[in-house]
């Protein structure tokens, strides 16, 4: 039962590493990046979203959260609604001051000056990027619903279990970024 499974494991997480957003994504990021070591933030955020979507699928935590919200939505129709309203009004707020703030900037700019190269990509901030398309793709990953599917009709132990996730998300999920990564600081020493 074992083996079945990590070869499982194995085949569905090489073949979901065949991600080409994931990969553009990062061709693009990494010239962007302060630090090419830098780019293992935004794989790890990859890894790490994956892996807490298939800890909520696979314990059931996924249906506990809607219950709450279900509730609170029952008990307090308005909470979301308004919250939602409040929070779309202050990014309102902020995009017209960031668009008027950055106008003043470029007005200042004088004729021969060249305007300023954009800044690089901090850690945090390679790693929220990551977060943020991994959430996007979720509803993309069939092949790692599947997978999941598979490893809840499996006949094993959590912590098998969450063996088996950890290794499809942070390892074999993510390998041609790791490989990407690789290469690219290899060119950069020779």
Known sequence: ???????????????DSLNPIAIAQQFVLQSTAKSKHSI?????GIGLTNFIFGLLFYF???QI????????QTNSPFLFPLTLIIIGVMLIIYCVYHYFSERNKKAEIK?????????NLSAVQLFGVGVVSCLAEL???????GYLTVLISADIHWT?????LVLYNLVLFNLLLYILYAVSVYNEKC
């Open 1 to 15: 039962m074992f083996l079945s499974l990590l070869g499982v494991t194995i085949g569905a997480g090489l073949v």
């Open 40 to 44: 293992l933030a935004y794989i790890f």
């Open 60 to 62: 059931g935590l996924a």
């Open 65 to 72: 959260i809607r219950n709450v919200f279900e509730s609170v």
């Open 111 to 119: 004729d021969g000056e060249v305007e300023p190269t954009p800044k």
């Open 139 to 145: 509803t993309s990953a069939l092949p790692y619903i």
């Open 160 to 164: 098998m279990a969450l063996v088996m």
